[in-house]
């Protein structure tokens, strides 16, 4: 029993991810549109593991050019373990597991030699798996969510496309945060918003989501999934069965006034007939920390706070910036 290496994911591994619960201590979610996103990862290194000619564990990596991220660590639900069980460290799986990573790291070291994942700081099976393969956590993430029950739209708002003086501006606001890279957003394209001069206020790209959410944070989580449809106002801001909403990637904020960015996502919202985002940053990220300053985060904040991810990292490498976020990792 071994892992079979490929550079491609196969059908029966997005099957996998399709039927794969995130989450176990707080948040229950699945993906939606799986075949659509898994279809966009960047540079993949698969590898999967076989009983009998059935799927029942996948681990896939991202090249990048600074190193590895681990984009996908899958096990089917048969052989996951269970609550607080912990992986027993003489099974023949761990063993192949190590393996994979001894050999993808030293393979494909990037320039900083180091690979990089992201874990709900909750999730304490998924945390003893990464401290069981040598990870350790070196940096943390905010979960934030943004919520209007009406979004204000803003006649200012338009759709560009990805040009030299917004890749520019992305570059001086991104360039020198740990783990930058343009794959996702160098051919893409932002929402805008202007003064009345024209001069660019705030910019960002938005990617829309969908997930199906089996429980909400907190121990009244589970209660709360089954009563939201029925509720007047919030059954606006997230319905469970198919829940669609906005992240937003690069965000820049060019006229130096907050206010500009929330402006900028209550219109986003508005144009897409949506009533919420979540925005992934690094804790230190000086934009965000305005933000949380300034901002009036909306309903679905109150309700569900700001959830941590830790920043876990296979190697001695230390991020001394802040870590560059691209909303594809997070969805």
Known sequence: ?????????????????????????????????????????????????????????????????????????????????????????????????????QQITAQYPGADNYCYAYIDAKNIRSKWMSETFGFQTKAYLATQSFSRIWPKANPTLKEERMNSQLFETIEKNYGHYTAYFTHFFEKGSVYSIFNQNGERLAFAQFHKVRWEIQRLPGKLGGLQVKLLP?????????????????????????????????????????????????????????LYQKAQEKFSWGLLHQMIGVAMVDVVVRGDFQPKEPLFIAAFDMV
């Open 1 to 101: 029993m071994k892992f079979e290496q490929t550079n491609h994911i196969s059908p029966d591994l997005i099957r996998l991810f399709e039927n794969t619960v995130l989450g176990t201590n707080g948040a229950k979610y699945k993906h939606l549109d799986v075949a659509q996103s898994v279809a966009h990862t960047d540079h993949p290194l698969s590898f999967s593991l076989r009983r009998r000619e059935q799927l029942i564990a996948n681990i896939t990596f991202c090249k990048r050019s600074f190193g590895l991220y681990l984009r996908y660590f899958a096990f089917d639900k048969r052989f996951q373990s269970k609550g607080k069980a912990r992986m027993n460290p003489k099974s023949q799986i761990k063993q192949e597991i190590e393996t994979v990573f």
């Open 230 to 286: 029925y509720l007047p106002f919030i059954n606006k801001l997230i319905q469970p069965n198919e829940h669609t909403f906005l992240v937003p990637d690069v965000v820049c904020n060019p006229s130096g006034n907050i206010a500009d960015v929330q402006r900028l996502f209550e219109a986003v919202l508005a144009k897409e007939q949506l009533h919420s985002l979540l925005w992934w940053n690094d804790t230190r990220d000086e």
